[in-house]
């Protein structure tokens, strides 16, 4: 079933909405890595549906970073805050994912979600949904 972009841009959404809380529950559980793991690909997701919004289709990670820097951050149509953070989860999901002997704890994890669930909300502002 194909939908249109509307349809796209709100699922996306609603998956950074439930990978967001995704996050909460992990965090309960006290496990960071994979805490930080649900927190940056709740801001991905809410980053993709802004990207598609701009009909910009990145296919990597990537490239998802680079287009929200290049057409978003740099343009200060997102503060730049949000860029560094998503900058920051970006590096730290690949080094929580695929480093060994490597752990987030809870003074490194907890202050990310406030910023990300108003990242979240900000593009939902942006794109009216």
Known sequence: MKGTKQDLIKYRLQRARDTYEDAQILADKSRWNSTINRLYYAAYYAVMALLLDSDLNPTTHNGAKSNFSEYFIKTDKIPMEFGKIYSQLFTWRQKGDYDDLF???????????????????????????
């Open 103 to 129: 752990d987030f704890d809870k003074n490194k994890v907890l202050p990310y979600f406030t910023p990300v669930n108003d990242l979240i909300t900000l593009i939902e502002k942006k794109l009216d949904i």
